[in-house]
Structure formats: C-alpha cells, structure tokens
C-alpha cells in the first residue's frame, strides 16, 4: 500500500482518443504533482498543486489537462496526444511544510500512443 | 539552472558486493539531497535524504553523505543482495520550493 493509487496501470490510446488518468492519495496531504518518466531520460515535473490550486505548469502541451477536485485527487485529462507522448506518467503527494518534504509516488501508468 | 548528474548504468554486481552510485550535483544555496528507488513495476520510493552539509542519510543498509564541497551525494550500500536490484534516482529539492529536480536514474542488477 503506497498511499498513493494510479488508474489505469496500463493504457493504450489513438491519437484522436480522450481518455483521463487518476491519481488519488490516502496520506491527507495538500500538494499533488504529476511526472512524465521517459526512456532513458530524468523525470521531468510537468503540473504541481497546493491545496487544489495549480502553482507550476513546466511548459506542457496543452493536450495535457490537469484537473484537482480536492486535495485527495488529481486527474491529467488527455487529448489528441502524439507517439512521443507514450511513457510512464507517475503521480505524487506531499505535505506542505517548511523546508523540502519528501514526495510520495503512485506505481504509475504506462501510456501507449498508437 | 539546477541539475543532476548520476554515472550511467546498469551497474552489474554480484550478491554481497559492495555499491557506490555516484551522484553530483550543480545548485546554488543549500538544497536538500535525495536518494529515490524504483523496484520493477513500481513508483519511486524515498531511500534516504540528507538536508545540510555533512548530513549521511541511511536506510535500510544504504548511506549517502551530503559533501558541499565536492557536491556529491554518492550512494553506498556494504553488502547488496538480488532484492536491491532497481532503478536509483538522485534528487534535489530546494526549501521552500516543491520541485525535485533528478538525475536520469542507475540501474542495478545484482546477480546470485
């Protein structure tokens, strides 16, 4: 039990498909991120959240939306992706304290493009 | 910008050798360092942390020592086994900012 659970673990999409990822956390933290893990290269932070509002957005494509109902939830709704888009988006949480907390992962999904 | 520099893997060892991973960093203050592991499968887990200078983080048999001066942060372990094959990431996160910065990850495989 990580604390934080992805859904679906595996995905495979055509590029005209929308489909959305969920990420919900059991550990009562306020701050959500989402990370898209590709091959061979550093993860990279792509949205974070503090308590449900969205205070990073590192350059994404607008085909990537997310969405934070509550602090417990995270959503990234997907759009007209392309095949470079195919790699492991991982979600995280952590508590908002001062200095640097640790973030905790969910297992991810692996997003296919056709 | 900050960054993280890991050494390439797969690093191939075998049962109760001994392990470094080596880790440098390029930030400026004083961030707080991290090691994450990723098991096949799965997410990244915290391993270890280290928020100043000459702090050693350690865990479950893993060490890292924060080194200012040579901004290294490198990963040791005596004695691994097969279960401690995976992916090891080392992170940086600045206080007061969310965002971890990684390395691109070492893979470690240990044979029986």
């Known amino acids: ?114 | 910008g900050d960054s993280v520099t890991q050494m390439e893997g797969p690093v191939t060892l075998s049962e109760e050798a001994f392990l470094t991973i080596n880790c440098t960093y390029t930030a400026t203050g004083y961030p707080s360092l991290f090691w994450y592991v990723q098991y096949p499968g799965e997410g990244l887990q915290l391993l270890l942390k280290a928020t100043k200078a000459d702090d050693k983080g350690s865990n479950k048999g893993f060490e890292a020592t924060y080194r200012k001066e040579t901004t290294s942060f490198h990963l040791e372990k005596g004695s691994v086994q097969v279960s401690d094959s995976a992916v090891y990431f080392c992170a940086l996160a600045h206080t007061g900012r969310r965002a971890l910065t990684f390395g691109s990850g070492t893979r470690l495989q240990v044979q029986p």
Request: hydrophobic fraction near 30%; charge should be neutral.
């Open chain 1, 1 to 114: 039990e990580t604390g934080v659970t992805q859904t679906p673990r595996h995905l495979v999409m055509g590029m005209t498909n929308k489909k959305s990822l969920k990420c919900e956390q059991h550990l009562g933290h306020n701050a959500m991120y989402w990370y898209k893990q590709s091959a061979k290269k550093p993860l990279e932070l792509m949205f974070v959240y503090s308590l449900e509002e969205r205070v990073e957005n590192n350059s994404v494509p607008s085909r990537f939306s997310p969405e934070c109902p509550n602090s417990s939830h995270l959503f990234l709704h997907l759009h007209t992706l392309q095949p470079e888009d195919s790699a492991l988006y991982l979600c995280a949480s952590s508590q908002e304290v001062q200095g640097s907390p640790p973030q905790h992962f969910g297992d991810g999904t692996r997003l296919s493009i056709l």
